[in-house]
């Protein structure tokens, strides 16, 4: 069964730093593609951060020069630290996998975790 367990999340004051973590289990994600994702009330989820073993890293223009994604195959963990926090930072950061199987591609989510982004 695959999980995927994000922690890090909480408030911060605006200039802040926060780093988020996201643990995996029954993946490797060092041979997945990992992202984060990233929704607030009342828009629609976005693409913040995304990585895989042969590329490198790629950011959303919102985020680019702010954050950075990082994963830790010995801990089978991704991270995202998070820098120059902004309030248009705040939302819900959800971890997501893409794993393929024979050609076939399935993602797999987090349940995420809350920034908040306030002085």
């Known amino acids: 069964q695959v999980q995927l367990v994000e922690s890090g999340g909480g408030l911060v004051q605006p200039g802040g730093s926060l780093r988020l973590s996201c643990a995996a289990a029954g993946i490797v994600v060092s041979s997945s593609y990992m992202a984060w994702y990233r929704q607030s009330p009342g828009k629609e989820r976005e693409w913040v951060a995304g990585t895989t073993s042969s590329t490198i890293p790629t950011y959303g223009d919102s985020v680019k020069g702010r954050f950075a994604i990082s994963r830790d195959g010995a801990k089978n963990t991704v991270y995202l630290e998070m820098n120059s926090l902004k309030p248009e930072d705040t939302a819900v950061y959800c971890c997501?996998?893409?794993?393929?199987?024979?050609?076939?591609?399935?993602?797999?989510w987090g349940q995420g975790t809350q920034v908040t982004v306030s002085s």
């Open positions: 997501n996998a893409v794993v393929w199987r024979l050609g076939v591609p399935t993602n797999y």
